[in-house]
């Protein structure tokens, strides 16, 4: 069954080849084959075209591997899962691996990309890139739950993600990283608990928060 099949029909045509349903920004894990021939992973958004002609498109942030491996490599393993902790693990550390396809992916599809927009934003440049999709699976279906503790863990990766960033204030930051982790005391479950245990260690936000700390200098680099 494909994206187009559960989805609304006036967008069903953008996603056809792709083995979800694709509206607005979907999050997703995109697994990338760097030079030493494993496999890095990251955070990609994936934006649904509004016009079903055209193609769904991701974008880069700086000089990432992700960025590295698509200009080298044009391709790529789009991934879908509902573990939150490979959200914060691709967000937010460096994981690489032998096969490019995670454990937890519930679909994957085997995309070329091709970079058809760039612009510079502060310091750093963003890359639009369009993707194509070719082999896909899916590896198992879920019934469709909503849990605000996962939302939040999503979210979460991306303010974390942006700390200490050019253009972004780091107080405005880590209030939104405190509100995150309150939604996920409270609504999540033991793996968003952990997932959001591993954001605390990889960045330190808490402590950062506790001393006062608003500085909005220095960068790096994201997806």
């Given at each position: 069954m494909t994206g187009a099949d559960r989805d609304d029909p006036d967008?069903?045509?953008?996603?056809?080849?792709?083995?979800?349903?694709?509206?607005?920004?979907t999050e997703s894990v995109?697994?990338?084959?760097?030079?030493?021939?494993?496999?890095?992973?990251?955070?990609?958004?994936?934006h649904a075209p509004?016009?079903?002609?055209?193609?769904?498109t991701a974008r880069t942030y700086g000089r990432t591997r992700t960025w590295r491996n698509f200009t080298e490599r044009g391709s790529g393993v789009v991934q879908f899962t509902t573990d939150p902790r490979t959200f914060v693990d691709a967000a937010l550390t460096v994981r690489e691996f032998d096969d490019p396809v995670l454990p937890t992916a519930d679909a994957w599809v085997e995309v070329t990309v091709e970079e058809s927009e760039s612009e510079v934003e502060g310091d750093t440049t963003i890359r639009t890139w369009a993707l194509d999709p070719a082999e896909h699976a899916i590896v198992q279906e879920r019934v469709p739950t909503i849990n605000r503790g996962f939302s939040a863990v999503v979210d979460a990766t991306v303010a974390a993600s942006r700390l200490d960033v050019s253009g972004f204030e780091t107080a405005e930051l880590l209030d939104r990283l405190?509100?995150?982790?309150?939604?996920?005391?409270?609504?999540?479950?033991?793996?968003?608990?952990?997932?959001?245990?591993?954001?605390?260690?990889?960045?330190?936000?808490?402590?950062?928060?506790?001393?006062?700390?608003?500085?909005?200098?220095?960068?790096?680099?994201?997806?």
């Open positions: 967008t069903a045509s953008a996603t056809d080849d792709w083995p979800v349903a694709l509206r607005g920004v995109v697994t990338t084959l760097g030079p030493n021939d494993r496999w890095n992973v990251a955070a990609l958004g994936l509004d016009d079903p002609s055209d193609p769904v405190r509100y995150f982790a309150d939604v996920v005391e409270q609504c999540g479950g033991p793996a968003e608990r952990e997932a959001f245990a591993r954001i605390d260690e990889a960045t330190g936000w808490r402590e950062r928060a506790e001393s006062g700390e608003a500085r909005g200098d220095g960068a790096d680099e994201g997806t």
